[in-house]
């Protein structure tokens, strides 16, 4: 174990830091060697030459207001070296290393790889790239914008490994090696434990894709950088790539822990904002039911805001409710739309929210500073639970203000360990078999097949190539799913005759991603006040999923077929179907696009007969057309948070704006149309204002 292994091991530096760092927060005399020797020195008030040239030595490029720590230059003198695994807490900076790296190297940087794990994490990494390289690079997260700047010399691409796995991105990264190749919260890549995989299997197919990239990238690329908090042990056996190791303990900031049980106001205010941290969306929903008397009067909202969800979603909706006292709700099938308002708005000092109220989305997108956090329930894990604590405490060098945590539940408490870090077993780099989607993981990961699942993979590939003549190699290429493709392939004849539409999109819900459609509760005629227990009918008389990929209006034409049909409908009931249709909406994009990279293979092999099979051909452009426009906006300006609403106004006004070069530069040339920019959602004004121009 070399030197910089060793860092996280050395508990008496450790020990030494938290002491130095809370005398710094309680604004305690500390002496300039003890800020020095624990690398606390960006705390340092003295004004000696000695001071200000060191500090000037490690000045970042990309903002001259900081001053880099020893260990972060330390990390960037051993990425110019090669590649380089970071594993440090939250407040370390790991992601700026890389940032700042670019910025030192822009001269011989052209090809820029982000790897992340959420949608939420890409959009701000792609938010602080303009801020910083607006000028010098074209950012790059859609196949669209690939295709459109193909041949552009400078880019960043930044992406979640679902994009990156698509024809043109294999095609681009074929071609072309990558300059600097980032994987940001590579612990994303571990392997399933075998006691939590019962939970974790719906994980399984993202896990191995995100594996499968891994694998794909690491050779591709000049340089490495892979990143990752907690983390006291990885190796790389499989890949047997070279790279250095720096794994440091250093936090810059002071958090305390509180036990509170007796907590009452889980709420914060305008002026101490607060996050709450909850295992589940149902958690939410719950924890608001039982808590009703927690309401209170609040003038800070956005009536703008207010009234435009009313009118598009619905008034009585629940997240109206807690928006107007400045609380809002974000998980994972909260709209992206209304995700980035709310981060938005907490981030403002004079923002309309106080309070988020959130998941795990928390650890996996969110870096709003915040320095108040709530623990209601226990996380699955000590790992999870220390990356949430690490989440709290901003950097603030002038008046450092420590963050605080209150834990209300025991189990919790008592599972609190900040020494207790993870040795990260990255999936591909171990020959074992982790999940439970045997045939994908040694496929896609090179792994050896046990002789049953072995063949059920010779069974598989000869009805492909007997009855479509494709080759097993192309369904690897396309990264179609093997349980997926087998059901498809069962069901091909009936599926693919149907004479309507709404026969195939149940085919796909029922008999091919059957095990996916979680949404289904939602639509149960049980869970609802209007409920006859003398009918027959088990669900809602009409299907919400074929009609959310048919309609012109969104999600507002469902949620009014909805009240139409069921008059006597409750405030309950309207809020369990728009929680329902959100879950479709994730379905139908994330899920339901499996099946059209199976359609697109078998279409370029000419196996459909477009008059016999119009219904299938019909139903796989719905479901390609809700997730993205033919021109290819309607994806990018989802990702960036504009609601649905807006995209056709947009994209049919910047698909013009040849001569403008990246999606933000034709955003921000847009306001200047104030005729289109005055008919956007308040959502859709408020992203653009936040853009700045690099001119």
């Known amino acids: 174990m070399n030197e910089n292994e060793q860092k996280y091991l050395d508990k008496s530096m450790k020990n030494l830091r938290i002491k130095v760092i809370r005398q710094v927060y309680n604004d305690e005399f500390v002496d300039e060697a003890l800020l020095g020797i624990t690398d606390l020195d960006i705390y340092s008030t003295s004004d000696s030459f ?29 990425l110019q070296k090669g590649n380089l695994f970071i594993s440090a807490p939250t407040s370390f900076g790991k992601t700026f290393i890389a940032l700042e790296y670019i910025m030192r190297n822009t001269s011989k940087i052209d090809d820029v790889v982000f790897v992340v794990p959420t949608i939420a994490l890409m959009n701000e990494i792609r938010e602080k790239c303009f801020s910083y390289f607006g000028r010098i690079y074209t950012l790059i997260t859609s196949d669209a914008e690939l295709k459109q700047y193909y041949d552009t010399s400078k880019k960043i691409i930044i992406v979640v490994p679902e994009r990156i796995s698509t024809r043109l991105f294999q095609q681009y990264l074929s071609a072309n090696k990558i300059d600097l190749l980032v994987y940001d919260e590579i612990y994303k890549l571990n392997s399933i434990d075998s006691a939590e995989k019962s939970d974790k299997r719906n994980e399984h197919s993202r896990l191995i894709k995100m594996n499968y990239i891994y694998k794909y990238l690491i050779h591709r690329a000049n340089k490495i950088l892979l990143l990752g908090p907690f983390i006291k042990s990885v190796s790389f056996d499989r890949s047997n790539i070279k790279i250095e190791k720096f794994i440091t303990n250093l936090n810059i900031v002071y958090n305390k822990i509180n036990y509170t049980p007796e907590l009452m106001n889980y709420f914060g205010e ?110 699955r894990n000590v790992f999870e639970l220390n990356n949430l604590i690490g989440r709290v405490g901003r950097l603030n ?210 196996i459909f007969n477009r008059e016999q099979n119009r219904a299938f051909i019909q139903s796989m452009n719905m479901i390609k057309a809700y997730s993205d426009s033919e021109d290819g906006y309607e994806r990018i300006l989802v990702d960036l948070g504009f609601p649905k609403e807006d995209i056709n106004l947009i994209s049919n006004k910047i698909v013009r704006y040849l001569d403008t070069n990246g999606t933000e530069n034709k955003l921000i040339k847009l306001k200047k149309d104030r005729t289109v920019f005055n008919q956007l959602s308040p959502f859709g004004k408020g992203i653009i204002n936040k853009m700045r121009s690099h001119d």
């Open 270 to 379: 305008s002026d101490e904002k607060r996050f709450v941290y909850f295992l589940t969306p149902g958690r939410i929903k719950r924890f608001l039911e039982n808590n009703s008397h927690m309401n209170f009067e609040y003038e800070g909202y956005d009536d703008e805001i207010i009234e435009w969800i009313s009118e598009n979603i619905h008034p009585e909706w629940y997240y109206v409710e807690y928006l107007k006292q400045g609380i809002g709700i974000h998980h994972g099938k909260t709209p992206i739309f209304l995700r980035k308002y709310i981060e938005n708005e907490y981030a403002k000092l004079d923002g309309c929210i106080h309070t988020i109220l959130c998941t795990s989305t928390l650890v996996e997108g969110i870096n709003t500073p915040t320095n108040n956090l709530v623990i209601v329930d226990k996380p």
């Open 397 to 606: 060098i002038e008046n450092p203000k420590r963050g605080e945590v209150y834990i209300t539940n025991k189990e919790t408490y008592e599972m609190y360990n900040p020494d207790d870090w993870i040795d990260l077993k990255i999936l591909f780099e171990s020959s074992e078999i982790s999940t439970d989607s045997i045939e994908d993981e040694c496929l896609y990961l090179d792994k050896e097949l046990p002789q049953e699942a072995q063949e059920s993979v010779d069974s598989l590939s000869n009805r492909l190539d007997e009855k479509f003549g494709i080759r097993y190699a192309e369904i690897i290429e396309a990264g179609i799913e093997f349980k997926i493709l087998d059901r498809f392939i069962d069901n091909f004849d009936g599926i693919t005759n149907h004479e309507k539409e709404i026969r195939v999109i149940s085919d796909i819900k029922f008999k091919i991603l059957n095990v996916d459609n979680k949404y289904l509760n939602g639509t149960k005629l049980k869970t609802y006040s209007f409920y006859n227990q003398n009918s027959e009918e088990k669900y809602i008389s009409f299907d919400p999923v074929y009609n959310m990929l048919v309609s012109t209006k969104g999600m507002k034409f469902v949620i009014d077929k909805f009240i139409k049909t069921y008059s006597e409908y409750t405030t309950e009931d309207i809020n369990l179907f728009i929680d329902t249709l959100f879950q479709i909406d994730e379905f139908i994009k994330f899920k339901m696009m499996k099946i059209i990279t199976i359609y697109e293979l078998f279409d370029e092999k000419g």
């Open 50 to 78: 000695f001071t200000k040239v060191n500090k000037a030595a490690r000045q970042s490029l990309i903002n001259k207001n900081i001053t880099m720590t020893s260990e972060q230059e330390q990390c960037l003198q051993l």
